[in-house]
C-alpha cells in the first residue's frame, strides 16, 4: 500500500512505518540466529565459532547491498513525494540493472578471497576450513540478497513497509523449521545451514518482485524500461556508495574487532558471537526507527514542507529514547537466559562472559539510539558525507579502544569501546544538525 507522508499525522506515520520495519528486520536476523542457535546446540561451539568468525564478512556483504538500495530509495522517496512518478520508474529500472552486474561481482570476488580473508583475521585452524566453506555459500546468497533489498527499499520509499515483512516472516519461519529437521533430527551440518539460509533469501526475492507485479503499478517495469539511466546511476552511485561504504563500516570494525577477540580463545570467540547476534537484535529497532526518519524526511524534503521536517525528527528521537527503555529492562531481566539458548548447560564460562558484556551494554544503547536518528536525518536530507564521516568516527575509535581495554578488561573492553565511540559521534552530529537546520531556513 503506498503511503504518503507529506499530510496526517506525524506520529502515526512514523509508527506504522517502522513497526513492520522493526518486524521484517528482526526476522531477517532471524535467518542468521537460527542458524547459531541451532549450529551451537546441535553440532558443537567449534562450529559455533566457525560461524561467528564468517558473521562479520556476512555482515559487509548484506550492509554493502542495502546501503546502494537505501541511496536509491532516498531519490525514490524524493521523487514520490514531489509527484514524480516517472522518475521513480527510471530510478527502480536503474537501481535493478546495476544490481545485476554488482551482485554477480560480488559473487566472484567472494569466491577469491574467503580463505586469505579468514586467514588475516587469526581464525583459528581447527575451524578456517568450516568457516570457508560456510562463508562461500553464503556469497552465493548475494544476487538474491540485492535483489530483495532493491525491491523492498522501493516498496519502502513509497510508504509500504508491510509488505516485505510478511515475505520474510514466512521465509525466517520455512529457514527455522528446515534447519530444525535436517540439522537437528537428521544432523546434516553446517553446509546445510547456509544453504537453508541463501534459500530463504532466494524465496524471500522472488515474493516481492511477483507482489510488484501483482500489485504495485508504480513500481511495475517492462521489458524494454530495463535501462540504465546515466544521470541517475551517477545520483544514486554518489548518495549510494556513500551509503554502502558507511554501512559497512561497521562490520569492518566487527572484523577489526574479530581479530583482538580471536586469539582469547574459542570459548571467548563462541562468547562473542552469541552477544553479537543479541546486539544485533538489540540495535533493529533503533535502526528502522532511523529508516523511518529517513522516508519521512526525503518524502517532506521533496514536497518542501520544512516545519514538518523539524517535528517528524524530534518525534523520531522520541521513540528512539521510549524503545531504549523498553530494551534495557529486557536485557538486564534476561540476559542470561538469551545466552542460554545458545550453548549447552556445561558451557557457563561462556553464559558468564556473554551477560557481563549485556548488562553493560543494556545501558549504553541509549547512544545509538540517538545516533541513529540523527543519521536518518542527514540521510532524509541526502547528507551522506555526514552520515559516513560519523560512522568512521565511531567505527574508528571503537576499534582502537577495543586493542587497548580488551588485554586488561577482556569481553567486557569492547561494550566500553562501543560506548566511547558512540559518545564522540555524537559530538559530531549534533552540531552539524543546527547548521543543516540553519542552512535550509
Known amino acids: 500500500m503506498v503511503t504518503d507522508m507529506t499530510e496526517g499525522s506525524i506520529s502515526r506515520h512514523l509508527i506504522s512505518y517502522s513497526v513492520p520495519l522493526i518486524l521484517g528486520n528482526l526476522f531477517q536476523l532471524t535467518y542468521n540466529v537460527v542458524d547459531s542457535v541451532i549450529v551451537g546446540r546441535f553440532i558443537g561451539k567449534e562450529a559455533l565459532a566457525a560461524v561467528g568468525t564468517a558473521s562479520p564478512v556476512m555482515n559487509i556483504i548484506i550492509l554493502g547491498i542495502s546501503g546502494i538500495c537505501i541511496g536509491a530509495s532516498v531519490l525514490m522517496s524524493n521523487f514520490f513525494g514531489g509527484k514524480k512518478e516517472d522518475m521513480v520508474k527510471k530510478e527502480m529500472a536503474t537501481t535493478a540493472v546495476f544490481g545485476v552486474y554488482f551482485s554477480l561481482a560480488v559473487v566472484f570476488l567472494g569466491m577469491l578471497i574467503t580463505t586469505p580473508l579468514l586467514q588475516a583475521l587469526y581464525v583459528p585452524e581447527e575451524i578456517l576450513g568450516t568457516a570457508s566453506t560456510y562463508l562461500r555459500i553464503i556469497f552465493l546468497g548475494a544476487p538474491f540478497t540485492f535483489f530483495y533489498n532493491a525491491i523492498s ?3 519502502k520509499s513509497v510508504g509500504d513497509s508491510k509488505t516485505p515483512l510478511k515475505f520474510l516472516a514466512f521465509c525466517s519461519i520455512l529457514n ?51 535501462r540504465i539511466d546515466k544521470e541517475l546511476l551517477r545520483q544514486t552511485l554518489r548518495y549510494g556508495s556513500v551509503t554502502a561504504l558507511q554501512q559497512s563500516c561497521q562490520p569492518v570494525g566487527k572484523l577489526l574487532i574479530q581479530g583482538a577477540v580471536n586469539p582469547m580463545g574459542v570459548d571467548v570467540i563462541a562468547a562473542f558471537n552469541a552477544v553479537n547476534r543479541i546486539d544485533s537484535y538489540a540495535f533493529t529497532p533503533e535502526q528502522s526507527i532511523s529508516n523511518g526518519i529517513t522516508t519521512f524526511i526525503a518524502q517532506n524534503a521533496g514536497a518542501k514542507k520544512e516545519e514538518r521536517i523539524r517535528k517528524g525528527f524530534g518525534t523520531g528521537l522520541g521513540l528512539e529514547v521510549c524503545y531504549w527503555v523498553l530494551i534495557c529492562t529486557v536485557i538486564l531481566v534476561f540476559r542470561n537466559p538469551l545466552m542460554r539458548l545458545f550453548v549447552t548447560g556445561e558451557n557457563r564460562e561462556i553464559v558468564a562472559l556473554g551477560s557481563g558484556y549485556l548488562g553493560l551494554m543494556a545501558f549504553f544503547y541509549v547512544l545509538p539510539g540517538f545516533t541513529n536518528g540523527f543519521q536518518g536525518y542527514f540521510r532524509g536530507r541526502k547528507c551522506m558525507k555526514m552520515t559516513l564521516l560519523g560512522t568512521f568516527i565511531q567505527t574508528g575509535l571503537r576499534v582502537i579502544f577495543v586493542y587497548v581495554l580488551t588485554p586488561g578488561m577482556g569481553l567486557n573492553g569492547v561494550a566500553y569501546a562501543c560506548a566511547i565511540g558512540w559518545s564522540v559521534m555524537l559530538l559530531v552530529e549534533v552540531p552539524y544538525y543546527f547548521y543543516v537546520e540553519r542552512r535550509w531556513h
Open 153 to 155: 527499499s522501493a516498496m
Open 176 to 226: 527455522g523449521v528446515l534447519d530444525l529437521i535436517l540439522i537437528g533430527i537428521f544432523r546434516m551440518g553446517i553446509v546445510c545451514s547456509a544453504a537453508t539460509t541463501v534459500a530463504a533469501e532466494a524465496l524471500s526475492a522472488v515474493l516481492c518482485i511477483w507482489y510488484v507485479y501483482k500489485k504495485v503499478p508504480l513500481l511495475q517495469l517492462k521489458p524494454s524500461e530495463f
